[in-house]
């Protein structure tokens, strides 16, 4: 008995680090790479960050429309993976696919056309928009490349490949890098283009990315590898399948992205300061939350597998593993964030003092409830999704965000006034509510289902 537990465990962190570890490092590489490029966006002054961070809200809310797209189609992918259905594996990329491409193209028709109406619906700062708008322009060309990148990356995960979009995504920003010190300063021969160089730097990086991805898999991994006759094999009965389970991932994501859009319409208004505040400490507790994401999307597969495979007992046991490890990780990596933000803040930004101070203090009140964070990051992206229970998913998480989260953040921003970094703390009390509410979900077990036949 003590054997086959010591044998489980081991099965489980072998999958966990060969699933997690690559995600983790490509979320490092990304975020580390993102600090870098803010802190040579920020040489160029407090506008220049808060209008790149305007204009990269159109981005998160289309790649968050994506995510939650890519999820739910990989709820079957992972659960056909491991029920061993490989011929059923295309047929649902192609719908991912087909949906990803559209919600882009309609994306990049608004941004490419509508940049400056777009941002003033975010900003009164007249050289924010101007800026965020010449940003935006160039960086949208970029939009439908990212679809596709996604749909084959999540893809490649869910079949257990997650090392091929980790080192796709390591050479397109490392590239990203070296171009944006190029085009925004003016280095290796090129003109000082600014904040337009930064975009432009963004572009070539993805179309690098996606090329990468789509050589390595129509060379080495068939079964992902979906060609046009496959857009004209799907059945009605198939996409009616998926989008029962994956629409209500869709409207997650899509509404969730709406809230976090909203909060950042009312950090703006704020102050141009309060704004650039809350991107540089999105930008740095991004880089400690790469294990979150790392977790979740490796509960998702890992759940996703046991469950296709039918071994309910498994992914229940898993799911109680992945739980106890995301406590003790936001528990551990909220304490370095708040005794490691003044360094931070101190070394990589050129910032005045007030606006270093509330920098400080914002990214101290995100690290307090960064367990909380952790938490409902599995249960909603691994727990609940793996098995397909995305309804409960998305009512928990869309009703704490709009029902908690909005309310607060426009009562603390525009009613009570408060500085940013209180705001922050009253719109994260939905993190602590999605715990709440979902555990009980978490523990009578509803969520642990096969979905394949």
């Keep these: 008995m003590i054997s086959l537990g010591y044998n489980k465990n081991i099965t489980f962190y072998k999958m966990l680090f060969g699933i997690a570890i690559p995600i983790v490092l490509q979320q490092m590489i990304s975020a580390s790479l993102n600090l870098v490029d803010n802190v040579m966006i920020g040489q160029l002054g407090a506008s220049n960050i808060a209008a790149v961070g305007l204009a990269n809200q159109v981005f998160f809310l289309m790649t968050l429309i994506l995510f939650g797209t890519y999820s739910g189609v990989s709820i079957y992918i992972a659960q056909y993976w491991g ?35 777009i941002l003033d619906l975010f900003s009164n700062d007249p050289a924010v928009i101007t800026l965020g708008s010449k940003y935006l322009k160039i960086v949208s060309l970029s939009y439908i490349l990212t679809a596709l990148s996604f749909a084959y990356g999540f893809s490649s995960r869910s079949i257990g490949r997650a090392r091929l979009p980790m080192y796709a995504s390591a050479i397109s920003l490392i590239l990203n890098t070296v171009l944006n010190y190029a085009l925004i300063f003016g280095h290796f021969g090129f003109k000082a283009y600014g904040i337009e160089g930064a975009a432009t730097a963004t572009l070539i990086a993805r179309v690098v990315e996606l090329s990468i991805i789509l050589y390595s898999i129509y060379s080495s991994s068939p079964v992902l590898a979906v060609k046009i006759k496959d857009f004209f094999n799907v059945k009605l009965t198939t996409v009616k399948q998926v989008f029962k389970t994956a629409f209500p991932v869709i409207l997650n994501e899509t509404f969730w992205a709406l809230g976090m859009t909203t909060y950042a319409y009312v950090y703006a208004h704020i102050g141009t300061d309060a704004m650039a505040s809350v991107q540089i400490s999105n930008i740095i507790n991004s880089l400690f939350m790469v294990a979150s994401f790392g977790l979740g999307n490796a509960s998702a597969v890992m759940l996703g597998n046991l469950l296709g495979a039918n071994k309910i007992e498994d992914a229940i046991e898993y799911n109680h593993k992945f739980l106890a490890l995301a406590a003790l990780f936001g528990v551990l990596i909220g304490f370095l964030i708040v005794l490691l933000a003044p360094i931070m803040i101190q070394t990589f930004f050129k910032l005045t003092p007030e606006v270093s101070q509330i920098t400080i203090n914002t990214m101290r009140v995100m690290a307090l409830f960064m367990p909380f964070k952790f938490y409902s990051t599995i249960i909603i992206i691994g727990t609940f999704r793996s098995g ?46 999605k715990v709440i509410l979902g555990t009980p979900r978490v523990i009578s077990k509803k969520w642990a289902k096969r979905i394949v036949m």
């Design 83 to 117: 029920n061993q259905e490989l011929d059923k594996i295309k047929n649902v990329m192609v719908i991912g696919i087909t949906f990803g491409t559209l919600v882009s193209s309609v994306f990049f028709g608004l941004s490419f056309f509508k940049s400056t109406g």
């Design 388 to 433: 397909g229970d995305t309804i409960f998913s998305m009512l928990l998480e869309v009703g704490c965000v709009w029902l908690i989260g909005v309310p607060l953040a426009f009562i603390g921003g525009f009613v009570l006034k408060h500085p940013v970094y209180i705001v922050v703390a009253m719109v994260s009390l939905e993190e602590v509510t």
